[in-house]
Every structure is written in C-alpha cells, then in structure tokens.
C-alpha cells in the first residue's frame, strides 16, 4: 500500500506564480526523490534528497525535507505554461533498498 | 544514449486474451521494475529484477500477471487471460543501482484498454 500523500491533490495556478507541493511520509526514509509525469505517460526525474540533507536546489526547482515532520515540499518558481504536469513524490524506506513507495501525485496547471 | 523503450505504447486487446509487454532498459542498468498506473492514480508496484538475483514479485496483483527479464536486458510481462480490470498504463523503470540510491528512468509505457 501507498504511504505518504501529495498535497494539494489538484493546483491551478497563473504563468509567472509560484507552486509549492507537499508530500509526507510515515515510516524512516532514506531518500525522497520527486518526478514529473506528462499526459500520463513517462516519469522524469526531478530530484533526489537525501535525509540528512534540508534543501536541493535545480533550476527554478527546490526541494526541501524536513524529517521531524516527515514531509517535503517542491517549489516551483516564476511557473510556465510548460511545467503543467503531475507531480510524484517517492519515499526511498530505510528498511527496504529496493521499492519506492508512490504517492497519488499533484496535478498542476499553469495558465498562460 | 537511448532511453527506456516500452512497446507496444498501446494495445487494446479482447477480454480472456494474453498480452505481451515488452521493455528495452538503459545499457548498463542492473536494476528494472515494472509498475501500474491506473488513470489518475499513482504507481502500483509490479516486480523488480536486480541483476541476476532472484525478482521480488510481491507486487504482482495474480498469478495471471507474470515476468521475465534474462541478465540485465530485455524484460517481457505477460498478463494471461486479460480482464477489464487489467486495461491501466504499464510502465518500465531502469536504474543504475537501487531505486532507493539512483533515479528511476521511465519509458514511455504501454496503455493496455482490455474490452
């Protein structure tokens, strides 16, 4: 089963704003990683966190963990039309080296 | 290089017929999962192949939902006798080492509508 939810599940937003994505988790991770999904095809990976580490930063994406919350969050700054996609959050488990564990993702918008 | 190379990207196919998916992963990348991907729905774990260690296929729904991959290339999943339930985008993921240490690498995936 799924552990962890996106939030918000859905965001409209217009071209030039901010988005911000959050994602908890439940049990100890070792890395987060975030992916892009368009038209509901392949993922892109976006970045990988690790947890000792607070922030990542690519581009106009940044990443941040917080494990006393057991979250982390996406930003996505100055968005373009282009950035609308879904948004996946996955939760590398500190017991289990070799699944991910998926949320339902953010479906994001950006309007022209 | 080239990337992950799912085929068919689609295939409709009759209530109680196989299908055959088949998945071409990153030269070099030892590990290759296979996920299911209901619409709107985030990613169902099927089977993880690592090398030429034994797969963990405790993600795989039924006994009808099968996999093989030989070393570290080509990887085929057959679903037998195919129902309704079934029809989902099945993707295929490969990776340097494990999903929990390197990215995932998506192809493009199969949409399979069963009728």
């Known amino acids: 089963s799924q552990q962890g939810e996106e939030d918000p599940q859905a965001l409209s937003i217009q071209e030039g704003e901010n988005a911000t994505m959050n994602c908890s988790y439940k049990t100890s991770i070792n890395n987060l990683q975030w992916y892009r999904q368009n038209s509901g095809r392949g993922l892109v990976h976006l970045i990988l966190i690790r947890s000792n580490e607070r922030e990542k930063h690519s581009g106009r994406l940044r990443v941040t963990l917080d494990t006393s919350k057991k979250s982390s969050s996406l930003l996505i700054t100055a968005s373009r039309a282009a950035d609308t996609a879904s948004y996946f959050c996955?939760?590398?488990?500190?017991?289990?080296?070799?699944?991910?564990?998926w949320g339902l993702g953010t479906s994001l918008a950006v309007n022209p | 290089g080239a990337g992950v190379s799912q085929s068919p990207s689609n295939k409709v196919t009759e209530k109680g017929k196989d299908v055959e998916l088949r998945c071409d992963p990153i030269?070099?990348?030892?590990?290759l999962y296979w996920y299911r991907q209901r619409l709107g729905q985030g990613l169902e774990f099927l089977i993880y192949?690592?090398?030429?260690?034994?797969?963990?296929k405790s993600g795989l729904p039924s006994d009808r939902f099968s996999a093989e991959r030989t070393g570290e290339s080509v990887s085929t999943l057959t679903i037998q006798r195919t129902q309704q339930e079934d029809s989902a985008v099945y993707l295929c993921?490969?990776?340097?080492?494990?999903?929990?240490?390197?990215?995932?690498?998506f192809g493009n995936g199969t949409r399979l509508t069963v009728t």
């Open positions: 993921a490969s990776s340097v080492g494990t999903a929990t240490n390197s990215p995932l690498h």
């Open positions: 030269s070099g990348h030892t590990a």
């Open positions: 192949f690592q090398g030429n260690s034994a797969p963990d």
């Open positions: 996955a939760k590398g488990n500190a017991g289990n080296n070799r699944k991910l564990i």
